[in-house]
């Protein structure tokens, strides 16, 4: 054999120092792969982090401060409940009893809070905790929060007039609800009672449910000492509970203002990053949380496409390496190029992925609700979003990047265009340097907030925002607060702010007066029509009150059927005097309401500055208000529908009725109060048939107080149920000592039908003193069925099965009796004493006689006794009797006294005798039991 060929070409060194080239530049690429790839996931994960940070705190902050507002609102009623109870000088716990449980203080808390879709419900509670006044019910339903802890707490603690209270479940609905708490205090300090104001939870939960940015987000409010009262999504078990670890209160407790943290909820036990903020006015904290394992779903997503991006690589890498083994210099050529490729698809991607990056900045530049503006260092225009060219209907020629500022305010400064003003001023912002925030009013009506902030370096960032919704939002609920809302007329608070301000700037010679205006009639119309009549009146009723005034006074609704005017004018009280007449005579005029024809009156008091500086050289609105309104009860006591001016003599008068009514709470345990009794006698003279029981008391100072002085006062406040129950107990046992055949007649007041305890007062006084339940006769005034015709009639029916009988006291001095008659059956008919007085003169009866027949007639067909009170003279018991009387009762027969002065057999009849000169005239009855 020969010898053998090597046909392998030598290595080439170049090659291999080439390919080991290759190989560690593979290597190194491959590293930076690696690293370059860790550092985007790691940026990409602070990136996602930061923006959830920002979205929470962000949210929250939002949220807190439309918290915020909410609850102002309720304490804007609150504020203005507690307002009018101090312009009505409540100055004890009767006066506060009184006044807080007025039907007027209802339709006002309802009106409030009809426009207010957070508040539950607001409500007034006395000292003990009972239930005075609701927003949601009238009447009243008897309800005691005594063992509330916000109750516990103001009741304990003098030094604190606000308390927010754990969340309960209220006792009407069950809702779960906060109840914002403010104390009520009387002049001295001392602790009247709370207005409360219930917010229900459900409304955040739902407002929440329509703003929460995410499936996984969390909003919950947290009292300051860790009780959760909202939680959003719900979860059952929670509210109500104090989470003191809770991530809110911990941030809350850091910094008041705001900030964010991440910690495991102790809640849910989940991860969560969270963002807080305390409200400003109230002690409670927002939060918005998100799980961290949601909030990095995206960013885990985009870690895993990066790194297996950068593994294909790498793998790609290392296959040219092995290829490069393998292959010859062309090979390698055909791998540099390769690598070439992959370094401009890695380009290509960059700039794709920053592309759409910068769409997404455009987008979210675009959707800005502000207006922006970037500038360079050379005031030319870097960016312009789309609201800001809207906003100023900037043409795209000077939307392009490198617009100077001075074109850009030529356009908004263009002769004749709304923005006039605000190029005006952007000028001389831009020429300060220095941040600054204005806003400006522009001619079409609309309001922008400009702000400008220089960036370092050079150059500054301008927005512009429309506020114009928001200023006018802001102008309504200040409006609101001010005005009546049924009417549009100034309220309270706003006529006790223009009076200061009259006070204050009247010149020498002017006089402020103060007109306090009561509508006659206006309750009967609401009973008769209903209440969206009844409103419908009262817009008429301040539609004619201010064409009456003019622009010379001001005219305002204090609440209910009340109204005030206050003029500032040249001393001129003969000018007031012709005012208030023009008003009564344009009141009394009838109304035309829905289709009905309503006539009403009204009855003013008058207070000048003139009067009052008389007994101060400061006179306040305070004392001008209240003196008008003593003047206006004088002028209702008077007969109503006319109008008087302030005396300081009234205030004695009311003082007096102060004095007696606080007297009269001691009175009955004093032994001062007795029943005088005066005979009923058959019109036939077969003697007497009952004894009619008459309050009297004997007062120690004042000496004989009459019934019609100091009944209405116990009516007042609310003493007439306590005497009432006493004068049952009293007449009953009186009587049982009488012979069988005569009855007792106890008169009962309006307030005793208010509940349901009188007919077991009126069962327990029958068996206390062993009266037959026919022997009791009970009377009553048509103002009884007038409060509540259902509730009433009920009572009525309850007492007749009890076996006692009834009698229509006052007939024919109402306005519709016969209903009354055909709805309950009543067993008499009491004939009232001014029908009786004109009958037998010689100048004519007046219409008295034909009343008194039509009244017998109609008594005989419906089957009831008819009684004929007021009878002085032999000549009126004559008449009586030829029309058809069944009894008679008056000074005639007989004057009330003691039990112990009757005639020793009342079967007698009562001898018939004209009233001792001594006597006087027969006082109009007013006693009630």
């Known amino acids: 054999m020969g010898p053998t060929t090597d046909l392998s070409q030598p290595s080439d060194p170049s090659r291999g120092r080439?390919?080991?080239?290759?190989?560690?530049?593979?290597?190194?690429?491959?590293?930076?792969?690696?690293?370059?790839?860790?550092?985007?996931?790691?940026?990409?994960?602070?990136?996602?982090?930061?923006?959830?940070?920002?979205?929470?705190?962000?949210?929250?902050?939002?949220?807190?401060?439309?918290?915020?507002?909410?609850?102002?609102?309720?304490?804007?009623?609150?504020?203005n409940v507690i307002a009018t109870f101090r312009s009505a000088g409540v100055a004890s716990e009767a006066d506060y009893a009184a006044q807080a449980g007025l039907p007027a203080l209802h339709e006002i808390l309802k009106t409030r809070i009809g426009a207010l879709p957070q508040v539950n419900a607001v409500t007034v509670i006395d000292r003990n905790g009972n239930l005075l006044n609701f927003s949601r019910y009238w009447p009243i339903p008897k309800v005691n929060i005594a063992d509330r802890d916000y109750f516990k707490v103001l009741s304990a603690d003098p030094n604190l007039d606000r308390y927010i209270g754990r969340p309960v479940q209220n006792r009407g609905d069950g809702a779960w609800t906060i109840y914002i708490a403010r104390k009520v205090r009387a002049p001295d300090g001392s602790f009247l009672g709370l207005v409360l104001g219930a917010i229900e939870l459900s409304y955040f939960e739902r407002l929440y449910a329509a703003t929460s940015p995410s499936a996984d987000a969390v909003v919950s409010i947290f009292r300051d000492d860790g009780t959760l009262l909202v939680r959003h999504p719900k979860r059952d078990g929670v509210v109500g509970q104090v989470f003191a670890t809770a991530a809110a209160l911990r941030i809350a407790r850091a910094n008041p203002t705001g900030g964010v943290m991440r910690t495991t909820s102790p809640i849910d036990g989940q991860d969560r990053i969270a963002g807080a903020r305390a409200l400003a006015r109230f002690p409670l904290i927002l939060s918005v949380s998100r799980t961290t394992e949601a909030s990095l779903a995206d960013w885990r997503r985009q870690a895993w496409v990066i790194g297996v991006a950068a593994f294909l690589l790498d793998l790609g890498l290392a296959g040219l390496v092995l290829l490069g083994l393998r292959q010859s210099r062309a090979q390698a050529r055909l791998a540099e190029a390769e690598a070439a490729r992959a370094a401009a698809e890695v380009r290509e991607r960059g700039e794709r992925e920053?592309?759409?990056?910068?769409?997404?900045?455009?987008?979210?530049?675009?959707?800005?609700?502000?207006?922006?503006?970037?500038?360079?260092?050379?005031?030319?225009?870097?960016?312009?979003?789309?609201?800001?060219?809207?906003?100023?209907?900037?043409?795209?020629?000077?939307?392009?990047?490198?617009?100077?500022?001075?074109?850009?305010?030529?356009?908004?400064?263009?002769?004749?265009?709304?923005?006039?003003?605000l190029a005006a001023a952007c000028t001389r912002i831009g020429a300060g340097r220095v941040p600054e925030s204005v806003t400006c009013d522009l001619a079409d009506g609309r309001a922008i907030a400009v702000v400008h902030v220089p960036i370092p370096g050079g150059g500054w960032i301008c927005t512009h925002e429309d506020v114009t919704e928001r200023r006018r939002s802001?102008?309504?609920?200040?409006?609101?607060?001010?005005?009546?809302?049924?009417?549009?007329?100034?309220?309270?608070?706003?006529?006790?702010e223009r009076l200061d301000a009259a006070l204050a700037g009247r010149g020498d010679g002017d006089a402020v007066s103060v007109l306090c205006l009561d509508l006659d009639g206006f309750k009967e119309v609401n009973d008769t029509y209903g209440h969206p009549v009844g409103d419908d009146l009262l817009r008429l009723v301040a539609r004619r009150l201010q064409?009456?005034?003019?622009?010379?006074?001001?005219?305002?609704?204090?609440?209910?059927?009340?109204?005030?005017?206050?003029?500032?004018?040249?001393?001129?009280?003969?000018?007031?005097?012709?005012?208030?007449?023009r008003i009564v005579r344009l009141l009394r005029s009838p109304f035309e309401v829905q289709g009905h024809e309503v006539g009403i009156g009204t009855s003013i008091g008058l207070a000048l500055t003139e009067e009052a500086d008389v007994a101060s050289a400061d006179v306040t609105s305070a004392e001008?208000?209240?003196?008008?309104?003593?003047?206006?009860?004088?002028?209702?006591?008077?007969?109503?529908?006319?109008?008087?001016?302030?005396?300081p003599a009234m205030d004695a008068d009311l003082q007096r009725r102060r004095q007696l009514g606080a007297d009269l709470r001691s009175a009955l345990a004093a032994g001062q109060l007795d029943l005088h009794y005066q005979p009923i006698v058959a019109a036939d003279g077969s003697g007497v048939r009952a004894y009619e029981a008459l309050l009297r008391w004997r007062h120690p100072r004042e000496g004989f107080v009459g019934p019609g002085e100091f009944i209405p006062i116990a009516e007042a406040t609310g003493q007439i149920r306590r005497l009432g129950a006493w004068a049952l107990v009293r007449a009953c046992r009186d009587a049982a000592a009488w012979p069988a055949g005569i009855k007792v007649a106890v008169n009962l007041s309006p307030a005793q039908f208010?509940?349901?305890?009188?007919?077991?007062?009126?069962?327990?006084?029958?068996?206390?003193?062993?009266?037959?339940?026919?022997?009791?006769?009970?009377?009553?005034?048509?103002?009884?069925?007038?409060?509540?015709?259902?509730?009433?009639?009920?009572?009525?029916?309850?007492?007749?099965?009890?076996?006692?009988?009834?009698?229509?006291?006052?007939?024919?001095?109402?306005?519709?009796?016969?209903?009354?008659?055909?709805?309950?059956?009543?067993?008499k008919i009491k004939i009232d004493r001014s029908f009786v007085a004109s009958l037998g003169q010689e100048s004519g009866e007046g219409g008295s006689g034909e009343i008194v027949r039509a009244t017998v007639g109609l008594g005989r067909a419906l089957?009831?006794?008819?009684?004929?009170?007021?009878?002085?003279?032999?000549?009126?018991?004559?008449?009586?009797?030829?029309?058809?009387?069944?009894?008679?009762?008056?000074?005639?027969?007989?004057?009330?006294?003691?039990?112990?002065?009757?005639?020793?057999?009342?079967?007698?009849?009562?001898?018939?005798?004209?009233?001792r000169a001594a006597d006087g005239p027969a006082p109009r009855r007013a006693s009630r039991g």
């Not at 930061?50 to 504020?79: H, K, M, P």
């Not at 204090?558 to 000018?575: I, K, N, Q, T, Y």
């Open 18 to 79: 080439s390919f080991r080239i290759v190989a560690l530049s593979a290597g190194l690429l491959a590293a930076a792969l690696a690293i370059g790839a860790g550092l985007l996931v790691h940026d990409l994960h602070g990136q996602t982090v930061t923006e959830t940070e920002r979205s929470v705190v962000g949210l929250s902050t939002v949220l807190a401060d439309q918290a915020d507002r909410a609850l102002q609102a309720i304490e804007l009623v609150q504020d």
């Open 354 to 421: 920053l592309s759409a990056q910068h769409a997404q900045f455009g987008i979210a530049l675009d959707h800005m609700t502000q207006g922006l503006c970037l500038f360079d260092g050379d005031d030319r225009l870097i960016v312009m979003n789309a609201r800001y060219a809207q906003m100023h209907a900037v043409p795209d020629a000077l939307r392009r990047r490198g617009t100077t500022i001075a074109a850009l305010l030529a356009h908004l400064g263009a002769d004749g265009t709304p923005a006039e003003p």
């Open 624 to 647: 001008l208000l209240r003196r008008a309104d003593v003047a206006l009860y004088q002028a209702k006591a008077a007969g109503r529908n006319g109008w008087r001016f302030f005396d």
């Open 474 to 496: 802001e102008a309504r609920i200040a409006h609101m607060a001010g005005h009546d809302g049924l009417t549009g007329l100034p309220n309270r608070t706003r006529l006790q």
């Open 863 to 915: 089957g009831m006794i008819v009684l004929a009170e007021g009878v002085e003279t032999e000549a009126q018991a004559r008449l009586l009797r030829a029309i058809g009387c069944d009894e008679l009762q008056g000074y005639l027969f007989g004057r009330p006294c003691p039990a112990g002065e009757l005639p020793g057999s009342a079967r007698a009849e009562a001898p018939a005798r004209p009233p």
């Open 547 to 581: 064409e009456a005034v003019g622009a010379t006074a001001l005219v305002a609704r204090l609440g209910g059927d009340e109204f005030a005017v206050m003029r500032c004018a040249p001393s001129h009280p003969a000018g007031v005097a012709a005012l208030a007449e």
């Open 754 to 827: 208010v509940g349901d305890s009188l007919v077991e007062e009126v069962a327990q006084a029958l068996a206390a003193s062993g009266l037959p339940a026919g022997r009791l006769e009970l009377e009553i005034t048509e103002s009884v069925l007038l409060q509540d015709d259902e509730a009433t009639l009920e009572i009525l029916h309850r007492l007749r099965a009890l076996g006692v009988s009834t009698a229509m006291d006052d007939f024919g001095t109402g306005y519709s009796s016969l209903s009354y008659l055909r709805r309950f059956p009543f067993d």
